[in-house]
């Protein structure tokens, strides 16, 4: 074998041939593959609408017995916002793999040859070349894939034409899709879907593609964050940062106060939320939302302890609840946080 560990880093929503076509080519060459599965831990959406343990089970029905014991499948959390954070999780999980399954070869120090595969298209795989230290092994794609598209027959219409993709998937797959249609999962997921179909199409006739203009609040006061439950759809049921659009004859800073002050009833005066931000920053990732092209000005609040413990909350407007979460249970929301926030707090946290 021309390698001990190929990488394949992937979202696999959900595993189609082409995903199939790169772990045979990885099982021609290394004795073992293991698979990076994206999105690990994001809340369901209609872009992301498996969860890490489904993907795993949509990869293991479709895999040969043969290659089931030379096949790893580990999570990683997506780190929008700091690519060396996220390469740095990459290369942690892979040493933790090989550390796992070498762990009865003895104590001697070893050289593994180690490569990444992919395709060779840098328009979904520019990621790979954050690893210049592994050789890197190209696939050309499999034509007329789009996982995109496929997520889009299994939730549009009741998912009616879904059958039109299973030439694209393994039949394995394409099975254990058809039972999830079956379930309250995907009924949740495909009301999303419509509402997002309708709001694009609500904004189709504007003479080039709409570009939303958001603020969010991250306010922190005693080693808690102040978060609210969102009311609708899109991510209706989601843990959110307080905010929303902005009005056309305000400020972006006093559009995050008011956001702020009309969703958690939080009754601090405007004058000492405006005094008290402490650092402000645009997070305009392409994908954060999928709304379409949606750029938010976020700050961050840091209140003051008074000896009069937190400021009562609750919900209003948009949120139907508000509450105030330790900071350390928030590290394990990543799963309950609408779109990007989880990822907007945690870059403020590193500069606090």
Not at 193 to 200: M, T
Not at 291 to 315: M, N, Q, S, W, Y
């Amino acid at each position: 074998m021309r390698f001990d560990y190929l990488v394949f880093i992937g979202r696999f929503q959900p595993v189609h041939l082409g995903h199939m076509k790169v772990i045979e080519a990885a099982m021609q060459q290394a004795g073992k593959l293991i698979i990076i599965c994206g999105s690990a831990r994001q809340a369901l959406s209609p872009r992301n609408p498996f969860t890490q343990d489904q993907r795993e089970d949509m990869l293991r029905a479709a895999l040969p017995a043969e290659w089931q014991d030379r096949v790893f499948l580990v999570g990683c959390s997506d780190r929008m916002y700091n690519d060396q954070q996220w390469v740095t999780e990459v290369q942690n999980l892979v040493d933790k793999v090989i550390a796992v399954d070498t762990a009865n070869v003895g104590s001697r120090e070893a050289q593994f040859r180690i490569g990444v595969i992919g395709s060779p298209s840098r328009r979904h795989t520019w990621y790979l070349d954050l690893f210049p230290q592994w050789e890197r092994v190209e696939v050309e794609d499999e034509p007329d894939i789009d996982a995109s598209h496929i997520r889009q027959g299994l939730l549009c219409d009741g998912g009616k034409h879904f059958a039109d993709y299973a030439r694209k998937l393994p039949a394995a797959v394409y099975g254990w899709l058809e039972q999830f249609r079956s379930g309250e999962t995907w009924q949740t997921l495909a009301d999303e879907y419509r509402w997002l179909q309708d709001h694009k199409k609500a904004w189709s006739v504007a003479p080039y593609p709409p570009t939303f203009v958001t603020v969010d609040a991250v306010v922190i006061h005693s080693g808690h964050i102040l978060l609210v439950r969102r009311r609708n759809l899109p991510g209706r049921g989601l843990w959110a940062l307080p905010g929303g659009f902005v009005n056309e004859d305000e400020p972006v800073r006093d559009a995050a106060i008011r956001e702020l002050r009309e969703e958690t009833r939080l009754k601090v005066p405007a004058p000492v939320l405006a005094g008290s931000i402490r650092a402000n920053r645009v997070f305009d990732h392409p994908r954060r939302s999928l709304r379409g092209r949606t750029i938010t000005h976020a700050f961050l609040i840091e209140l003051t302890p008074t000896g009069d413990g937190l400021p009562k909350v609750r919900g209003g407007d948009d949120a139907d609840r508000a509450r105030w979460v330790p900071l350390f249970e928030f590290t394990r929301m990543e799963a309950q946080l609408f779109e990007d926030h989880f990822y907007i707090v945690n870059w403020f946290l590193g500069q606090i």
